[in-house]
């Protein structure tokens, strides 16, 4: 990969356009659609995607606990405002629910994969 498809590179997986990209890396619209089209480089690009996308879950993941820690001492805080342990309340509820019905799938994913799997063992 040359120095500039680097720097395209790059500057897709900061910024909100192609245009942007383009600006961000001294290239024209142009150059990034070409780039895009070549295979090779739509891989390392989606590659480079991924990394970012599982950084991002990765560091969500360390917040979830300290956030619903945090949201769970402002809903049993009866100084804190009606309104302030409302929303607390609930956004520990959505949170929650979603993460039971994320690991209930998971395990039953995994359920699945091991019958396949020992099928084909």
């Given at each position: 990969?040359?120095?500039?498809?680097?720097?395209?590179?790059?500057?897709?997986?900061?910024?909100?356009?192609?245009?942007?990209?383009?600006?961000?890396?001294?290239?024209?619209?142009?150059?990034?659609?070409?780039?895009?089209?070549?295979?090779?480089?739509?891989?390392?690009?989606?590659s480079?995607?991924?990394?970012?996308?599982?950084?991002?879950?990765?560091?969500?993941?360390?917040?979830?606990?300290?956030?619903l820690?945090?949201?769970?001492?402002?809903?049993?805080?009866?100084?804190?405002?009606?309104?302030?342990?409302?929303?607390?309340?609930r956004?520990?509820?959505?949170?929650?629910?979603?993460?039971?019905?994320?690991?209930?799938?998971?395990?039953?994913?995994?359920?699945?994969?091991?019958?396949?799997?020992?099928?084909?063992?």
């Open positions: 990969m040359t120095e500039r498809q680097k720097r395209v590179l790059a500057a897709l997986l900061t910024s909100p356009s192609k245009a942007a990209a383009a600006e961000a890396a001294g290239v024209t619209v142009r150059t990034v659609q070409n780039y895009l089209s070549d295979p090779a480089f739509r891989e390392e690009y989606q480079a995607l991924e990394d970012v996308v599982m950084d991002a879950a990765k560091q969500a993941k360390q917040s979830l606990s300290p956030a820690s945090t949201l769970r001492e402002i809903t049993e805080d009866r100084g804190e405002d009606a309104q302030a342990r409302i929303g607390a309340a956004a520990i509820l959505t949170s929650g629910l979603k993460l039971i019905e994320t690991a209930d799938i998971l395990a039953r994913l995994k359920e699945l994969e091991d019958v396949i799997g020992g099928r084909d063992g």
